[in-house]
């Protein structure tokens, strides 16, 4: 069974950093795509930011140039390095990882979650 761990939030002031990590275990398969997501209160899960496996990243407006997403292939690993932190990214970060494999008929894409990890930014 797949699980992934998520580890590194916690409480920042404002102008602060943290590193989020997700270990994923229980698998004997990469994940073509790993990320993260977040959920503020009253709000919809959005993306923060993705890797994939060869190393492409994509990341949400708000964060760009602020938060910087990498992964351990090896370790089936993904980090989320947060600088300049502000009260708008408080929220629970969720780790993410997919994996598309081919039926024989078709593509499909397994997702996984975490639990989730709490950031709260405030002075």
């Known amino acids: 069974q797949v699980q992934l761990v998520e580890s590194g939030g916690g409480l920042v002031q404002p102008g602060g950093s943290l590193r989020l990590s997700c270990a994923a275990s229980g698998t004997t398969f990469g994940f073509d795509v790993m990320g993260w997501y977040r959920q503020a209160p009253g709000k919809e899960r959005e993306l923060v930011a993705s890797i994939t496996s060869g190393g492409s990243t994509n990341y949400a407006d708000s964060v760009k140039g602020r938060f910087t997403i990498s992964r351990d292939n090896a370790e089936n690993t993904v980090y989320l390095q947060m600088n300049s932190l502000g009260p708008e990214d408080t929220a629970v970060y969720y780790c993410?990882?997919?994996?598309?494999?081919?039926?024989?008929?078709?593509?499909?894409?397994?997702?996984?979650w975490g639990q989730g990890t709490q950031v709260i930014v405030s002075s």
């Open positions: 993410n990882a997919d994996h598309t494999y081919y039926s024989g008929v078709y593509y499909d894409t397994l997702k996984y």
